[in-house]
C-alpha cells in the first residue's frame, strides 16, 4: 500500500469491488458506485459529521460511521448484513421514539428520510417505549414553521446556516437527552432571526422540522420522493445526477 | 318527548343489566337496563364514551395538517372528517368559492365514500339481523352466516364497498388516510384513466345498488307491522339541504322540521349553527345530548342521518333513488316515517342516489382540471359541515395569525342521534323486554335498534354484525349474579 492509493484502487464493499477515487469515504464511494448505504446526518455538501451512526458499516471486522472513514484499498467493508441492518433498525427507532414522528398526519411523509429509511431497514414499529416529549411549535415566522417533534438533531440546519448562508440561525443545545435545536436570538423565535425562505438551511431538513408555512399536502400521494422509488434507489441516483 | 325510562324513580331494589360492548379502538358503549323482580324495565340508557379530547390534540397544530389529522377520528368514515375540516379550513384561506374541479373532486370522493360506508353498514352489520332475524342462532348471526345463505347479496355488498373505496383512492390518494382535500381545495385531480375505470364498473355498481334497495323494500313490505312499530318515536329531524331544496350531503344550509314534519328552520348558514344547536350533558355518558336550541332540552331533540335526510329534503334529483324514496315516503302519506329500521331502507336509498351522482360527476370535464386551489383574504375562523354517512358532522375552527389552531368544536353525527338512540332502545325495552328473563336474543333486539343509526363505534364497525357484548347481571347491591361474554369477530 502506498500513501497515496492509486487511481484505480478498489475496496471490498459486501463482496464486490468498489472503485474509490483518493479522499472519498466508503459512503461517498459506494454511493458514486450505485451502492446503497442508509445514511441520516450526511449530505454529500457538507463535510461528515458522523453522529446519528445510521451508516455504521464493519470495516475489517470493526464498527466505524462509513460518512467519515475514509475508504482504503482492500478494505473489506461489510453493510448489508443482519448484523448491521439490526443495529441500524435500533439506531432509527431510537429516533422515532425519541421525538413525535405521527407519520401519517406528517406533511413530511412521502418526503421523509427517516420514514425512508426506516421503510429500508424494514422497520414496522417503535419498538421502543415512546417518550412523548413535549416540544412546542415555533410558529412566530411569518413564513416558516418550525415543529421542534420531529428533529433528530443532524445539525444539517445548523451546517448549512453556519456555512452556506452564513447566518447562523441555528444551533443545537443540552447534552445527552436534553440535547435539542434551539433558534439563535435573544427571544428564542424564530421571528427575530434573519432566516429568509430561500437559505440553504430552509431544504435540507432529512425529516419535517423546517417547514414553509401554508403549504402542507399541497403534493399529493403518489407524487412524493419516496412514493415511487425507495430510497436506496432515489440515493444513488441523486449521486449520480449530482 | 324524552320518555320516563331514562330514569328510574326509585332504583332500589332493582336489578342492573349491562350490555357492554368491548371496545379496543376508537369507541367505547354500553346499555345498563334498570329491572325489578318481575323484569319490568325501569331505566335503559346507552352509555358512550367517546373520542374526548380529539380536539386537545388540534389545537396548536399548524391548520394545513388538520384536513389529514382528523380522520383518525374515524376508522371507517375518515373521508367524512377529512372534507369537513377541509371546508371549514376553506373560509380560513378565504377560498369561499372553490374551483369547479375542486369542487367535483371532492364530491366524487365525499360520494365514494358514502357508497362504501352505507355499503359495509348494510351488508357486513346489519343484514344479519335483518335476513337471518333478530334471534336466530346467536354464531351464525354474522357476515359468514349471510355469505352462506346469500352468497350473491353477500359478495355484491363487498364489491359496492370495493367501487367506494377505490373511488376514495382515486380522488384522495390513498384508501385510508388520504390527503387529497387541502384547505382551499384539493391535490390532485382524477385522470382520464382514473375516470374511464370508474365509469366501467358503474352500470354493475347501479344494479347492485339497485338490488339492495329492493331487497330492503320487500324486508319492510313483508313485516310491516315489526318495521314499523320497532323501537319507533317520533322526533324533529336536521340535516343540510342543497341550497336548491334538493338533497346535498357535501354542501347546503341547515333545514329542520318537527315531527310532524312542518319545517322549524330552513336555509340557515351553517357558519351560524351554535346559536341553532345547544348541547346538554347528563352525568351518565360522556357523549353530550344536542338539542335545537329554540325548543329546548325537552322537546328539542332530533334525528340525522339517512332517514332524517331523505324525508327533510324537496327531493333527491336523481331518478332511480328519487322513485324508491316515494315508495318510502308512501308507507305514512304525509306525515315523516321515525321508525329506526327505515334508517336501513332509507340508507340503501342513499346509496343507489350515492352512485347516480357519481355517475353525473364522471361525466363532468371539470373532474379532470387543472385549476385545484383557490384562495381569498385570510379569515380566522371556519365551521364547515357535511352530511357524513351516518349524520350530519360539524368541524368548527379558530386559527390565529401564526397559523396554529387555537380553538377547535367538533360535533359528529352519532352525538346528534344520542337522544334518539336512547329513546329506540327504551321503546324497544319496553315492547320487548318488559315482563321477560334478558336473553341473548332479546338484548339482541336492542342493539338491532342501536345499530339501525348505524353510530360510530368501532366495536360497531370492526365486528362482523354484532357487537362484542359482554353482559352482567348484578344484584341490587352491585354484586355480580351472572356474567355472559360474548366475542366478537373482528374484520381484522
Ligand atoms: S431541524 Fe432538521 S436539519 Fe436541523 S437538526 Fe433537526 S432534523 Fe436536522
Ligand atoms: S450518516 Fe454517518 S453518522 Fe450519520
Redesign the pocket.
Not at chain 1, 458522523?50 to 451508516?55: A, D, H, I, L, N
Not at chain 1, 460511521?65 to 467519515?68: D, H, L, N, P, V
Given at each position: 500500500m502506498t500513501d497515496t492509493p492509486e487511481a484505480d484502487a478498489t475496496f471490498q464493499l459486501d463482496g464486490h469491488d468498489v472503485p474509490f477515487e483518493p479522499g472519498q469515504t466508503i459512503l461517498q464511494a459506494a454511493l458514486a458506485a450505485g451502492k446503497y448505504i442508509p445514511?441520516?446526518?450526511?449530505h454529500r455538501e457538507f463535510h461528515?459529521h458522523?453522529?446519528?451512526?445510521?451508516?455504521t458499516v464493519k470495516v475489517n471486522g470493526r464498527t466505524g460511521?462509513?460518512?467519515?472513514t475514509p475508504a482504503r484499498p482492500g478494505d473489506v467493508v461489510e453493510s448489508e448484513t443482519e448484523e448491521i441492518r439490526d443495529l441500524r433498525r435500533h439506531l432509527v427507532q431510537f429516533l422515532f421514539t425519541e421525538g413525535n414522528h405521527f407519520c401519517p398526519s406528517c406533511e413530511q411523509s412521502g418526503n421523509c428520510t427517516l420514514q425512508a429509511v426506516g421503510y429500508d431497514l424494514g422497520v414496522t414499529t417503535g419498538h421502543y417505549v415512546p417518550l412523548f416529549p413535549n416540544r412546542p411549535l415555533d410558529a412566530s415566522h411569518p413564513e416558516v414553521l418550525l415543529d421542534f417533534n420531529r428533529c433528530i438533531l443532524c445539525e444539517l440546519c445548523v451546517r448549512a446556516s453556519t456555512l452556506v448562508d452564513h447566518k447562523s440561525v441555528f444551533a443545537l443545545s443540552g447534552r445527552g437527552i436534553d440535547k435539542h435545536l434551539v433558534v439563535n436570538a435573544e427571544s428564542g423565535r424564530l421571528a427575530d432571526t434573519n432566516l429568509a425562505v430561500d437559505d440553504k438551511a430552509m431544504s435540507v431538513c432529512p425529516v419535517g422540522v423546517i417547514q414553509r408555512k401554508r403549504r402542507g399536502f399541497l403534493v399529493p400521494i403518489g407524487k412524493r420522493t419516496y412514493d415511487e422509488r425507495p430510497i436506496r434507489e432515489v440515493a444513488v441516483d441523486r449521486e449520480k445526477e449530482a | 318527548m324524552t320518555s320516563s325510562l331514562e330514569k328510574a324513580k326509585d332504583p332500589t331494589g332493582l336489578r342492573r343489566v349491562v350490555i357492554e360492548p368491548v371496545s379496543r379502538v376508537e369507541g367505547h358503549g354500553k346499555v345498563t337496563i334498570l329491572l325489578d323482580a318481575a323484569n319490568k324495565v325501569h331505566q335503559v340508557r346507552l352509555h358512550i364514551v367517546e373520542f374526548r379530547g380529539f380536539e386537545r390534540f388540534i389545537q396548536g397544530r399548524p391548520y394545513w395538517e388538520v384536513p389529514v389529522m382528523v380522520q383518525r377520528l374515524c376508522g371507517i368514515c375518515p373521508v367524512s372528517h377529512h372534507l369537513a375540516a377541509s371546508k371549514a379550513l376553506d373560509r380560513v384561506v378565504g377560498a369561499h368559492t372553490l374551483t369547479p374541479t375542486a369542487d367535483r373532486v371532492r364530491r366524487l370522493m365525499h360520494y365514494g365514500q358514502i357508497l362504501q360506508s352505507h355499503a359495509l353498514h348494510f351488508y357486513h352489520l346489519s343484514s344479519p339481523d335483518l335476513l337471518l332475524g333478530f334471534e336466530s342462532e346467536v354464531a351464525r348471526r354474522n357476515v359468514v352466516g349471510v355469505l352462506a345463505a346469500y352468497p350473491e347479496l353477500a359478495k355484491q355488498g363487498v364489491m359496492l364497498r370495493k367501487f367506494g373505496q377505490e373511488v376514495i383512492r382515486i380522488t384522495a390518494g390513498k384508501r385510508v388516510h388520504g390527503t387529497g382535500s387541502i384547505p382551499g381545495g384539493v391535490n390532485k385531480a382524477v385522470s382520464e384513466a382514473e375516470r374511464d375505470e370508474l365509469q366501467r364498473a358503474l352500470p354493475d355498481v347501479i344494479a347492485w345498488a339497485r338490488t339492495g334497495v329492493a331487497l330492503v323494500t320487500e324486508l319492510f313490505a313483508k313485516d310491516r307491522a315489526t318495521y314499523e312499530r320497532f323501537g319507533t318515536v317520533r322526533s324533529n329531524i336536521l340535516s343540510l339541504v342543497g341550497r336548491d331544496g334538493k338533497l346535498d350531503l357535501y354542501d347546503g344550509v341547515l333545514r329542520a322540521r318537527d315531527a310532524d314534519g312542518k319545517i322549524l328552520f330552513d336555509g340557515v348558514d351553517v357558519q351560524g349553527y351554535d346559536a341553532l344547536i345547544k348541547e346538554n350533558v347528563r352525568s351518565w355518558s360522556y357523549m353530550k345530548f344536542p338539542f335545537l336550541t329554540a325548543l329546548g332540552p325537552e322537546a328539542g331533540w332530533y334525528k340525522v342521518g339517512p332517514l332524517a335526510r331523505i324525508q327533510n329534503c324537496d327531493s333527491l334529483g336523481t331518478p332511480l333513488a328519487d322513485a324508491a324514496r316515494d315508495e318510502l315516503l308512501a308507507v305514512t302519506p304525509g306525515k315523516l316515517v321515525h321508525a329506526p329500521l327505515a334508517f336501513h331502507w332509507a340508507r340503501m336509498i342513499e346509496l343507489l342516489h350515492s352512485a347516480e351522482v357519481i355517475e353525473r360527476l364522471l361525466a363532468d370535464p371539470a373532474l379532470l382540471g387543472t385549476d385545484l386551489v383557490a384562495s381569498g383574504p385570510r379569515g380566522t375562523m371556519g365551521v364547515g359541515v357535511i352530511e357524513a354517512p351516518r349524520g350530519t358532522l360539524i368541524h368548527h375552527y379558530e386559527v390565529d395569525e401564526q397559523d396554529l389552531v387555537t380553538m377547535c368544536n367538533l360535533i359528529v353525527s352519532t352525538t346528534h342521534n344520542n337522544q334518539a338512540m336512547n329513546e329506540a332502545i327504551r321503546e324497544v325495552a319496553r315492547q320487548y323486554l318488559d315482563g321477560h328473563e334478558p336473553t341473548e336474543g332479546l338484548l339482541n333486539h336492542i342493539e338491532v335498534a342501536i345499530r339501525a343509526f348505524d353510530p360510530c363505534l368501532s366495536c360497531a364497525t370492526h365486528a362482523l354484525g354484532k357487537m362484542p357484548l359482554e353482559v352482567e347481571i348484578l344484584d341490587a347491591e352491585g354484586a355480580l349474579v351472572e356474567r355472559l361474554v360474548r366475542e366478537g369477530e373482528h374484520l381484522g
Open positions: 445514511y441520516l446526518c450526511f461528515p458522523g453522529s446519528c451512526k445510521v451508516c460511521a462509513s460518512c467519515t | -
